[in-house]
């Protein structure tokens, strides 16, 4: 038996796991092809649970009420401490990581690193509940002799963290026994933009397993040559702020990582076999690999690139676990294989995707994408056809596919290619139609059900680098969205309809003050449609990114920024809807309900205290009148979110036997016409009138000529039409 509480327009449910708390629920009808929002809220009596309506809703259609599970909080570090990546458990536990410029990061007891290690910044990594009122681990992870930051984040099945980042200390913390425990070093780095720190010694790029509570590396090590690597440092494709600390880890179907990312370095370590052994020449090439759990063996691992200078920023794995590969690049000479949709480069700089074997040593397929503009990938993604998508950014007339949703003129593209990348199967725009307001993406999915979602940033703070015209004004949003205004400098949250027929949600983020905005990495959407996003928030030492009542921190302790994280789900829910069949009935009447939609279980609650029932299409006998609260939970195991919950009021009555009457007026002077009026009270009854002369009638009020004098009996039955029962009166 678990504790139930309300607090805050929440539902608090006390388990012996801990504490999980649903949000206030969100409720809204669809009618006449408008979806009208309904105020909606949570009511305990005597350790039930309901929903209370306290404006009502338009009972002749479906309410649709779906509680929400979202939080936002700030690490509440007092040391600055920019934002960079962010992931998820199977639990809904969101893990945070960034960069903490000295003491003051909130840790906890026990953990890997408790203290600053030193120099001028450490990562910082944070483990919240999926509530967002707990921190349930925090730790520093850094060396002494230099800098490092967080790129990316992922978690294996047993709850297990693993960072992908950077490096520049020789003393990061490595394990015994690991693929390379020393540090390349490499030339001093200056970043083109500011970021309040630089590597004097160079690069590696490093990659850490924690265990689930973080008390202990299970795995870390250093993967390097004698330059810069992890780092995308150049003007040619760095051109958002954050752009230089892209790349991406995630695991295989053996929960084996796989990173995507860059190097400068022509020593980097591959694998015999590899698709590309060796360094393909220009400023810089993209570089993916993976390795074993425990990061003792590099299991393979090769570049990527041309002549030019290219980057890899995200990686997803196929069914097959082949590698999805993408990113930008201005080399004229990118290896392709296969037919490729685009066999040659546009201009400019380009954007790619390419895909690897499942052991690295063969590419299967490539393509460059993009316009003779400028035109990167940021993220892709695959469908549950094994189709690919890529996001990026576009600064030329990017195709539009006829029949899809698109804001013309808009600087971020969204394209789906066939798994060999031979095919575009269509293409859009989204963005305000400015052409180069450049909002840099940080999370995308496509979901089990062909919902598109996205995550992106907009304003100032991207303008440091070379998206000059970065702003947020005048994105599409919906007449739902959480956060109708903007600043120009917010994030932005976007869902497509499946196939990008139709905008179905968007949305800002952010406060009024701050240009909320992420200085690198990846953040990420769970396969249900759950954003987990990660923000460098209130910089100036504001508090004004929204957060939710009782998260860990509603506030901002430093002078400068924070580690802000957000979590929202954007219930795309099984679709469902029913209706009973008649609309309302009588005591003993069966009623018939149906079901519609793609729901492959169902649990219905008549409202009654009777049993329920698991039928697509139950039928049900109310013993008792009433007003009865018919609630659906409706379930697709393949959707996105797995249930919604839906209720409909039916209206019962007994049957009833009416009480009769009427008045007689007859006409003066012994005419022979009478007027019959009935006074019978109440609705919902049928009139029987008998004239005594062998003449009747049904309408409500009779006049009526007998054809000679004489004495007659005027009866009138009435009945009920709805529920049975009769009356007479004579």
């Given at each position: 038996?678990?504790?139930?509480?309300?607090?805050?327009?929440?539902?608090?449910?006390?388990?012996?796991?801990?504490?999980?708390?649903?949000?206030?629920?969100?409720?809204?009808?669809?009618?006449?092809?408008?979806?009208?929002?309904?105020?909606?809220?949570?009511?305990?009596?005597?350790?039930?649970?309901?929903?209370?309506?306290?404006?009502?809703?338009?009972?002749?259609?479906?309410?649709?009420?779906?509680?929400?599970?979202?939080?936002?909080?700030?690490?509440?570090?007092?040391?600055?401490?920019?934002?960079?990546?962010?992931?998820?458990?199977?639990?809904?536990?969101?893990?945070?990581?960034?960069?903490?410029?000295?003491?003051?990061?909130?840790?906890?007891?026990?953990?890997?690193?408790?203290?600053?290690?030193?120099?001028?910044?450490?990562?910082g990594l944070s483990k919240f509940n999926a509530d967002g009122t707990q921190l349930i681990w925090s730790t520093y992870l850094g060396g002494l002799m230099g800098n490092e930051s967080p790129h990316s984040l992922v978690v294996n099945s047993a709850d297990e963290l693993y960072v992908m980042g950077i490096t520049g200390s020789s003393d990061f913390p490595v394990?015994?026994?690991?693929?390379?425990?020393?540090?390349?070093?490499?030339?001093?780095?200056?970043?083109?933009?500011?970021?309040?720190?630089?590597?004097?010694?160079?690069?590696?790029?490093?990659?850490?397993?924690?265990?689930?509570?973080?008390?202990?590396?299970?795995?870390?090590?250093?993967?390097?040559?004698?330059?810069?690597?992890?780092?995308?440092?150049?003007?040619?494709?760095?051109?958002?702020?954050?752009?230089?600390?892209?790349?991406?880890?995630?695991?295989?179907?053996?929960?084996?990582?796989?990173?995507?990312?860059?190097?400068?370095?022509?020593?980097?370590?591959?694998?015999?076999?590899?698709?590309?052994?060796?360094?393909?020449?220009?400023?810089?090439?993209?570089?993916?690999?993976?390795?074993?759990?425990?990061?003792?063996?590099?299991?393979?691992?090769?570049?990527?690139?041309?002549?030019?200078?290219?980057?890899?920023?995200?990686?997803?794995l196929a069914g097959n676990d082949e590698a999805l590969v993408t990113g930008g690049t201005n080399s004229t000479d990118l290896p392709l294989a296969g037919p490729a949709y685009l066999p040659s480069a546009q201009g400019g700089v380009d954007g790619f995707v390419a895909r690897f074997s499942a052991n690295g040593s063969t590419l299967t397929g490539a393509t460059y994408l993009g316009t003779p503009a400028y035109d990167q990938g940021y993220f892709v993604q695959l469908d549950q056809e094994q189709n690919v998508f890529v996001v990026g950014q576009t600064h030329?007339?990017?195709?539009?596919?006829?029949?899809?949703?698109?804001?013309?003129?808009?600087?971020?593209?969204?394209?789906k290619l066939s798994g060999?990348?031979?095919?575009?199967?269509?293409?859009?725009?989204?963005?305000?139609?400015?052409?180069?307001?450049?909002?840099?993406?940080?999370?995308?999915?496509?979901?089990?059900c062909g919902q598109i979602f996205f995550s992106g940033w907009g304003g100032t703070v991207n303008q440091f680098q070379q998206a000059v015209a970065s702003n947020t004004i005048g994105l599409p949003i919906t007449s739902d969205a959480l956060q109708g205004t903007t600043d120009g400098s917010d994030f932005y949250l976007l869902v497509l309809e499946p196939e990008a027929t139709n905008i179905y949600y968007g949305t800002f983020f952010g406060g009024p003050f701050s240009q909320e905005h992420v200085d690198g990495g990846t953040s990420r959407f769970s396969k249900t449609g759950v954003v987990y996003q990660a923000v460098c928030a209130g910089c100036g030492g504001n508090s004004?990114?929204?957060?939710?009542?009782?998260?860990?921190?509603?506030?901002?302790?430093?002078?400068?920024?924070?580690?802000?994280?957000?979590?929202?789900?954007?219930?795309?829910?099984?679709?469902?809807?029913?209706?009973?069949?008649?609309?309302?009935?009588?005591?003993?009447?069966?009623?018939?309900?149906?079901?519609?939609?793609?729901?492959?279980?169902?649990?219905?609650?008549?409202?009654?205290?009777?049993?329920?029932?698991?039928?697509?299409?139950?039928?049900?006998?109310?013993?008792?009148?009433?007003?009865?609260?018919?609630?659906?939970?409706?379930?697709?195991t393949n959707a996105c979110n797995l249930s919604d919950t839906l209720v409909l009021l039916v209206q019962v009555q007994s049957p009833t036997n009416p009480s009769p009457g009427f008045t007689v007026t007859t006409e003066p002077c012994g005419g022979l016409t009478v007027t019959l009026t009935n006074t019978t009270p109440g609705a919902g009854v049928q009139m029987l009138w008998d004239t005594g002369d062998g003449n009747t009638y049904t309408s409500d009020d009779v006049s009526h000529t007998y054809a000679t004098h004489g004495t007659y009996t005027v009866t009138l039955t009435v009945s009920d039409t709805l529920c049975g029962g009769s009356g007479t009166v004579s």
């Open positions: 038996v678990f504790d139930l509480g309300c607090g805050d327009g929440r539902l608090v449910i006390a388990t012996p796991a801990g504490e999980v708390a649903e949000a206030a629920p969100v409720a809204w009808q669809d009618i006449n092809g408008a979806r009208l929002p309904v105020a909606c809220r949570f009511a305990l009596h005597n350790g039930t649970v309901r929903f209370e309506l306290p404006e009502g809703y338009d009972r002749r259609h479906a309410l649709t009420i779906d509680p929400v599970l979202s939080f936002s909080s700030f690490t509440g570090s007092t040391a600055d401490n920019f934002g960079f990546t962010a992931t998820y458990d199977n639990a809904g536990n969101l893990y945070g990581g960034g960069i903490v410029f000295g003491v003051g990061y909130p840790t906890t007891l026990g953990v890997q690193q408790p203290g600053f290690g030193g120099n001028t910044i450490d990562m394990t015994a026994g690991c693929f390379d425990g020393s540090f390349g070093a490499g030339p001093g780095i200056v970043f083109s933009v500011g970021e309040g720190y630089n590597h004097d010694n160079g690069t590696d790029i490093c990659v850490a397993h924690l265990s689930a509570d973080a008390t202990q590396l299970i795995g870390s090590t250093f993967v390097g040559g004698s330059q810069a690597d992890g780092l995308n440092n150049s003007t040619v494709t760095a051109w958002n702020y954050g752009d230089p600390f892209r790349g991406e880890i995630v695991l295989d179907s053996q929960e084996r990582p796989v990173v995507a990312s860059c190097t400068m370095s022509n020593d980097i370590p591959v694998t015999p076999g590899a698709a590309f052994p060796t360094y393909q020449g220009g400023e810089q090439d993209g570089y993916v690999f993976a390795m074993d759990p425990l990061l003792t063996t590099q299991l393979w691992a090769t570049y990527y690139g041309g002549s030019g200078t290219d980057a890899c920023y995200s990686v997803q030329g007339a990017y195709p539009v596919t006829p029949g899809k949703y698109a804001n013309p003129n808009s600087s971020q593209f969204i394209h060999d990348l031979s095919t575009s199967i269509w293409s859009t725009v989204i963005g305000n139609g400015q052409g180069n307001e450049d909002i840099s993406p940080a999370a995308f999915l496509v979901s089990n004004d990114m929204p957060t939710t009542p009782g998260a860990w921190s509603n506030t901002n302790n430093s002078f400068n920024c924070n580690l802000g994280v957000f979590k929202m789900d954007f219930e795309v829910a099984v679709s469902a809807s029913f209706f009973a069949t008649p609309p309302f009935g009588c005591t003993g009447d069966t009623l018939q309900f149906i079901s519609t939609g793609s729901a492959t279980q169902w649990d219905w609650d008549f409202g009654d205290g009777s049993t329920a029932s698991n039928e697509p299409n139950p039928t049900h006998a109310y013993s008792e009148a009433g007003t009865w609260p018919v609630t659906l939970v409706a379930t697709d």
